[in-house]
């Protein structure tokens, strides 16, 4: 028999204590999987709406977001833009995915997740703001994406503030 196979075989069984009828058992830690919030969903919901629109509708897309939407989707390269815009939310929508369901994401990496997903999207806010003061953004999508910004970057920074801390 291998020696191996001979030592587990001859090995002493742990010791055990004095109340408790199994033996006493090294705690292995584990990193506790962190599941998808309703947050992370609304922002899914977020990324794709947009995603959508750029790659399939960037014509309405840039009729809604654009005073002069009109004109910028006939124009072939505004639209070749809008696709590539699209391909990247896309990308963004698939990295984002897969580290919020990895089996081994911790929650230190989510609650920096969070806060970049709260800076991030703070981005887009102020973006907003821009194009609206320089008079290139509808009131009425101005509006619509202040408030559609505005939920998600207060989600996520409330989020990053309720994630469990390291497991001990």
């Known amino acids: 028999m291998p020696k191996c196979l001979e030592a587990a075989r001859t090995a002493k069984p742990p010791h055990t204590h004095a109340l408790s009828p199994r033996p006493a058992v090294a705690r292995v830690l584990?990193?506790?999987?962190?599941?998808?919030?309703?947050?992370?969903?609304?922002?899914?919901?977020?990324?794709?709406?947009?995603?959508?629109?750029?790659?399939?509708?960037?014509?309405?897309?840039?009729?809604?977001n654009f005073v002069d939407g009109a004109a910028l989707a006939n124009n072939d390269s505004v639209l070749a833009l809008a696709s590539i815009m699209g391909l990247l939310c896309l990308t963004i929508i698939v990295i984002t995915f897969i580290i919020r369901n990895a089996k081994n994401t911790r929650a230190e990496l989510m609650k920096k997740m969070d806060i970049a997903t709260a800076v991030t999207w703070s981005f887009f806010l102020v973006n907003s703001i821009r194009l609206q003061q320089d008079g290139i953004a509808p009131d009425a999508a101005f509006k619509q994406n202040l408030g559609i910004f505005s939920v998600i970057i207060g989600a996520y920074a409330y989020q990053s503030t309720t994630r469990k801390p390291k497991s001990k």
């Open 30 to 64: 584990t990193p506790v999987p962190q599941r998808r919030t309703k947050i992370d969903w609304l922002e899914k919901v977020a990324q794709t709406f947009y995603a959508v629109s750029l790659l399939a509708f960037p014509e309405w897309w840039l009729t809604e």
